[in-house]
T-cell receptor, first 115, second 116 residues
């Protein structure tokens, strides 16, 4: 069975702290994609990153970085020098096998960044 | 600007009533999706459609129905058979896979449905 686990339900940090959001997945597929989405209070999901199972290179985009480790089935997301605008719910998602674009979402991690 | 428009933003349903949530996209995407989000939960797939006049059930299709008569539109009807409809509903779309697979889904702003 395929599954995505985001063990951290809520995280609260003070502005400028670094914070890591954990994502652990389960799948028997050899080819799959992992995604991170951000859901601000307004409600829409904003796509952040897509990573395929053959690309284990870490990625950095500004203050955001992602660490993909196939050996531990993890795809963690780090925000460096957090800002109040980073406050949102963050979802990790896994593409299903034989994918028609369908995703399995984790339950999300609510990040609160306080000034 | 291209995007996905969901309407209304808030919707109230009386007991025994069917209600329809609208989802329109002008991104020329082939595939469209409906998700349900409950507090503290991830998104669960209700229905999806890869092409006009065709759609498939997702994980929690009972009590819902959809149609896909036009590429741009994928309305969701919450029927009276859905006993716990209060939730946040999100519509998404994505382009067909051409060479590059599993392209990301783009989401609308959502509709919040409540029971009166």
């Amino acid at each position: 069975a395929q599954k995505v686990t985001q063990a951290q339900t809520e995280i609260s940090v003070v502005e400028k702290e670094d914070v890591t959001l954990d994502c652990v997945y389960e799948t028997r597929d050899t080819t799959y994609y992992l995604f991170w989405y951000k859901q601000p209070p307004s409600g829409e999901l904003v796509f952040l990153i897509r990573r395929n199972s053959f690309d284990e290179q870490n990625e950095i985009s500004g203050r955001y970085s992602w660490n993909f480790q196939k050996s531990t089935s993890s795809f963690n997301f780090t925000i460096t020098a957090s800002q109040v605008v980073d406050s949102a719910v963050y979802f990790c998602a896994l593409s299903r096998g034989g994918s028609q674009g369908n995703l399995i979402f984790g339950k999300g991690t609510k990040l609160s960044v306080k000034p | 600007d291209g995007g996905i428009t969901q309407s209304p933003k808030y919707l109230f349903r009386k007991e025994g009533q069917n209600v329809t949530l609208s989802c329109e996209q002008n991104l020329n995407h082939d595939a469209m999706y409906w998700y349900r989000q409950d507090p503290g939960q991830g998104l669960r797939l209700i229905y999806y459609s890869q092409i006009v006049n065709d759609f498939q059930k997702g994980d929690i299709a009972e009590g819902y129905s959809v149609s896909r008569e036009k590429k741009e539109s994928f309305p969701l009807t919450v029927t009276s058979a859905q006993k716990n409809p209060t939730a946040f509903y999100l519509c998404a779309s994505r382009p067909r896979d051409r060479g590059e697979v599993d392209q990301p889904q783009h989401f609308g702003d959502g509709t919040r449905l409540s029971i009166l």
